[in-house]
């Protein structure tokens, strides 16, 4: 509940009218969210080779072939949490993944082939990543919040690994990638502590 000071500086013109269809509980937002997600790997399954085609390092480019068939799988894993819960595996377009697509899209055309565009490339798969692991961290406490405890095992299965695809991206970077491209400012490696180049 808002307190009274912030209620008092609400403008009533902001308040948003709910849909027609507007969840009311949060197993319906739950499940308004898998279908989002579901649309999102989706898309990701079609847009992800286009990466592998334009990264120049060998690494960097198993790497992200690795995490299409982790993607396939998860949305394997969405369906089958979709039959848990009785429902129809449907997407529903996901606003922040087709813009992330869009980003790396650009940041394909802002770049030339080699470590920068492999910099590039990592840059935006991370911001992937963490959309993901934001998204799969909510889902899974709202699958606990509604003691959906089998569909909560599955979705943390699935943050495990966007994750490790984050540390792994991490793990490029630090070994060839962005080291390559910064050929004017070298990169003083005595500055950059143990713990961040540990890769647990
Ligand atoms: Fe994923
Ligand atoms: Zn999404
Ligand atoms: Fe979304
Ligand atoms: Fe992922």
Redesign the pocket.
């Known amino acids: 509940m808002p307190g009274k000071d912030i209620k008092n500086n609400t403008n009533t013109a902001d308040i948003v009218k709910p849909a027609s269809d507007a969840a009311t509980e949060l197993r319906e937002l739950f499940v308004d969210s898998l279908k989002d997600i579901y649309w999102a ?1 989706n898309a ?1 399954v079609n847009a992800l080779p286009k990466m592998v085609n334009n990264a120049t390092s060998a690494n960097l480019a198993s790497t992200i072939k690795d995490h299409i068939l ?2 396939k799988n ?1 949305i394997v894993r969405l369906e089958t949490i979709f039959d848990l819960l009785g429902e129809k595996a449907e997407g529903k377009k996901c606003e922040a993944m087709a813009g992330l697509l869009k980003e790396g899209d650009s940041i394909l055309e802002e770049t030339t082939p080699g470590p920068v565009r492999d910099a590039g490339i990592i840059a935006a798969s991370q911001k992937i990543e963490h959309y ?1 692991i934001a998204t799969y961290g909510t889902l899974c406490a709202f699958a606990k919040a509604i003691g959906e405890n089998d569909a909560a095992k599955l979705l943390t299965q ?1 943050l495990n ?2 994750k490790e695809a984050d540390m792994l991206l991490s793990a490029v970077a630090f070994g060839a990638v962005n080291f390559d491209s910064a050929t004017e400012q070298d990169i003083d490696l005595s500055l950059i502590s143990d713990d961040e180049l540990k890769i647990k």
């Open positions: 790997e990701l982790v993607t998860q993901e699935t690994e966007e």
